[in-house]
Nanobody, 114 residues
């Protein structure tokens, strides 16, 4: 079984930066896709960023130019660098990984507020 553990969330002021980490553990490590989702109160969970096994990345329009997804294969870890944070970025951020099955982390809270 694969387990995903997020870290790095917290409270930050508008314009600030935060880096989220997601470490994967278990016997399965060759993922087809890793991604970050987020869910704000009262809203549907949305896709934020993805990275494929080949290293291709994609981003939601709302975060392009501000967020960067990256990975360290040796550490089985994916990161989300978030810069120029806005209050509308406030959400629980979830790590996602897919092989033949999908796996989710428990989420980490990001709050952007003065």
């Amino acid at each position: 079984q694969v387990q995903l553990v997020e870290s790095g969330g917290g409270l930050v002021q508008p314009g600030g930066s935060l880096r989220l980490s997601c470490a994967a553990s278990g016997s399965i490590s060759r993922f087809i896709l890793r991604a970050w989702y987020r869910q704000a109160p009262g809203k549907q969970r949305e896709l934020v960023a993805t990275i494929t096994s080949g290293g291709s990345t994609s981003y939601a329009d709302s975060v392009k130019g501000r967020f960067t997804i990256s990975r360290d294969n040796a550490k089985n870890t994916v990161y989300l660098q978030m810069n120029s944070l806005k209050p509308e970025d406030t959400a629980v951020y979830y790590c996602y990984a897919r092989t033949v099955e999908a796996y989710w982390g428990q989420g980490t809270q990001v709050t952007v507020s003065s």
